[in-house]
């Protein structure tokens, strides 16, 4: 079983910055996943944000975050984090940190989800 917790989400004004972090655990080796962030905004539909295949740190972006936001990941905490820069009202969403076994992260077959965490961009 996997578990996934976010933290890090807040209120912040147009412009800032913010870090999100994903603690993972469980009964498995990390290195195998591919992790990914996701964004909710009320009334509209999950949308891909960033992925990263945690053995080599590849990482791949929405279009529309990735000169703005940057995925990584710690092996020694287990930990995956996105910092987003310069942020927008068009920003404001539930973010939802996610994991799948395998090294594609190019999809969106995600099996594991963690509960998210709020983020609300004033302008």
């Known amino acids: 079983q996997v578990q996934l917790v976010e933290s890090g989400g807040g209120l912040v004004q147009a412009g800032d910055s913010l870090r999100l972090s994903c603690a993972t655990s469980g009964r498995t080796t990390f290195s195998s996943y591919a992790m990914g962030w996701f964004r909710q905004a009320p009334a509209k539909q999950r949308e891909f944000v960033a992925a990263?295949?945690?053995?080599?740190?590849?990482?791949y972006y929405a279009d529309s975050v990735k000169d703005r936001f940057a995925i990584s990941r710690d092996n020694g905490k287990n930990t995956v984090y996105l910092q987003m820069n310069s942020l927008k009202p068009e920003d404001t969403a539930v973010y939802y940190c996610?994991?799948?076994?395998?090294?594609?992260?190019?999809?969106?077959?995600?099996?594991?989800w963690g509960q998210g965490t709020q983020v609300t961009v004033s302008s």
């Open positions: 990263i295949r945690w053995s080599d740190g590849s990482p």
């Open positions: 996610a994991a799948k076994f395998g090294s594609i992260i190019y999809t969106r077959d995600y099996a594991y």
